[in-house]
């Protein structure tokens, strides 16, 4: 199994990102994925999850509203589309396989700052 995300970097207060996930070695399209974060000095933190077809999905309610999840199965790639990101958003993205992860990714860093 393996999960490599990207897409993270330096955004202003209201910005966008579009975080990437790309997993291979395993059937992707039969499994739930998610994304949790971990902030500078905190613990993990789910953030939300899509089931096997992507017509399922399920937000925290910190993000609710201003991030989408997705996914292309053709593609074995999962995303996070994040809108009005705010300064509180900082924190290393990992994507993950299944609502209680088995497998991880290394993670990608979002920093939200002026």
């Given at each position: 199994v393996?999960?490599?995300e ?7 207060p209201?910005?966008s ?16 994925m ?5 902030a ?16 399922n ?15 292309d ?10 809108n ?26 979002v920093?939200?700052?002026?």
């Amino acid at each position: 199994v393996h999960l490599v995300e990207s897409g993270g970097g330096l955004v202003q207060p209201g910005g966008s990102l579009r975080l990437s996930c790309a997993a291979s070695g395993f059937t992707f399209s039969i499994y739930y994925m998610s994304w949790v974060r971990q902030a500078p000095g905190k613990g993990l933190e789910w953030v939300s999850d899509i089931n096997s077809g992507g017509d399922n999905t399920y937000y925290a309610d910190s993000v609710k509203g201003r991030f989408t999840i997705s996914r292309d199965n053709a593609k074995n790639t999962l995303y996070l589309q994040m809108n009005s990101l705010k300064p509180e958003d900082t924190a290393l993205y990992y994507c993950a396989r299944n609502r209680a992860p088995d497998y991880w990714g290394q993670g990608t860093q979002v920093t939200v700052s002026s």
